[in-house]
């Protein structure tokens, strides 16, 4: 069985501040990891994926992400935070074979102050 | 990049009535596409998995008879809510798979709101 752990159901930074997102994953079998967000009233849009090639994964809007099996942790990180970051952050997890299905975390919704 | 759309973002139904969700790939074909159920300030909740041409694969739980799911053709996949009830009330969203790279694209959800 798979399952996601997202540390902190809401994060609030100032804006230009350092963004860090926690996640950490259990699975039985190698994964794939992901990190989307969702804005209000809108379906998720993928950030980035990590799917066993580079463990430092970067992706759209400035946002990484670093795969460390050691500690079975996929964090999101943006260096500078940006009033349109503010959203609600989700991580995922699925298998590399068979269905793919994703099994999210419960979210963490990130808050911008100016 | 790949868009998927649903119809309709939002409706409003009485108890007891059915409301039928369309889920469609714009832009390419998907063997396989999933519904998700999301509670407000809650994470995703995988419902099923629409494979075309054959029955979905439903989750633990979840009622196969009450969250019809048709798979007609590689570019659409329904969800029929039947009888529904206050409880059904949700934001309910599908994702399209591209079979080229297995990547997940989601639609924009649709809300809907059980009187």
């Known amino acids: 069985a798979q399952s996601v752990t997202q540390l902190g159901s809401h994060v609030s930074v100032s804006e230009g501040a350092l963004v860090l997102l926690r996640c950490n994953y259990s699975?039985?079998?190698?994964?794939?990891l992901f990190w989307y967000v969702q804005y209000p009233n809108q379906g998720l849009q993928l950030l980035l994926k990590y799917t066993s090639a580079a463990t430092l994964v970067k992706g759209i809007n400035g946002f990484e992400a670093e795969f460390k099996k050691s500690e079975t942790s996929f964090h999101l990180t943006k260096p500078s935070a940006h009033m349109s970051d503010a959203a609600e952050y989700f991580c995922?997890?699925?298998?590399?074979?068979?269905?793919?299905?994703?099994?999210f975390g419960q979210g963490t919704r990130l808050t911008i102050n100016p | 990049g790949a868009v998927v759309s649903q119809h309709p973002s939002r409706v409003i139904c009485k108890s007891g009535t059915s409301v039928k969700i369309e889920c469609r790939s714009l832009d390419f074909q998907a063997t396989t596409m999933f519904w998700y159920r999301q509670f407000p300030k809650q994470s995703l909740m995988l419902m099923a998995t629409s494979n075309e041409g054959s029955k979905a694969t439903y989750e633990q739980g979840v009622e196969k008879d009450k969250f019809l799911i048709n798979h007609a053709s590689l570019t659409l996949s329904t969800l029929t809510v039947t009888s529904a009830h206050p409880e059904d009330s949700s934001f309910y969203i599908c994702s399209a798979r591209l079979d080229r790279n297995n990547e997940q694209f989601f639609g924009p959800g649709t809300r809907l709101t059980v009187l």
């Open positions: 995922a997890v699925s298998k590399i074979q068979g269905a793919q299905k994703l099994v």
């Open positions: 699975s039985s079998v190698p994964p794939y």
